[in-house]
């Protein structure tokens, strides 16, 4: 999961150095990379960003306005005219869901739902609901984020896997969570459980995901 993260990264780099005839309007329009499920790229198209639940992207190919349905797209990499350098990548999902007390799997979500890469880690990434993103002066802008927190939509993604495992939104389940979860790495769990990932003054209720991904290793 990481190299093919890593490699398109690579590739979206490469390409968006071609990307200066385009004009972004005013509002949700981006620029952007597509890559497509049926193994299709297009490179710096102008689209509008979906909404986290939109089954569509609206997209504006040699000056015609096209509709690409959600299903059909593996990721999308995206950047601000005005900040080339930060790249964003977003990609549908339908995460799965379990029950944090018992580690049974409840279901999947029976709709895709747009996820932001926050950390990449060598087993797992932290993603999160990008709520409704806008253009902001030289960044892209996500409603509903919160860092450190629980409390808008977060998932975490282990490698191997096609589903991202939501976090129970409640800062009092979050721990009970993670002891099932990431259970095959009972290291990092003690070291959870110990207040190590533990963050700020309100210790108690606010934990580092960014951080647990990052240092979860199954196989050490």
Known sequence: MRNRIISIVIGYVVAGLCFSAFAL???????????????EQM?????????????????????KQQKIETDSIFSIILWNKKNPDKKYIFRPF???????????????????IWLCVEEV???????YEIGRPSIKKNKIVFN???????DSLAFVLKEGSEH???????????????????KDDPELVKRIDAGEYDAGKWAHKYIELE??????????
Request: aromatic residues 16%.
């Open 121 to 127: 880690g060598d087993h797992a990434s932290y993603w």
């Open 43 to 63: 490179d710096s198209v102008e689209f509008e960003m979906p909404c986290e639940r939109d089954m569509q992207v609206k997209v504006k190919i040699d000056g």
């Open 144 to 150: 509903f984020r919160q860092t450190y927190t629980p």
């Open 25 to 39: 309007g005013s509002g949700s329009k981006a620029i952007g990379n597509f890559y497509l499920t049926n193994g």
């Open 164 to 182: 991202p495992c939501y976090v129970p939104n409640s800062q009092k389940k979050v721990k009970g969570w993670i002891r099932l979860y990431l």
């Open 94 to 112: 339908y995460p799965e869901v379990i029950d944090y007390e018992t580690g049974e799997f409840i279901e999947y979500w029976k709709k895709p």
């Open 211 to 220: 951080r647990i991904v990052k240092d979860y290793n199954p196989k050490k």
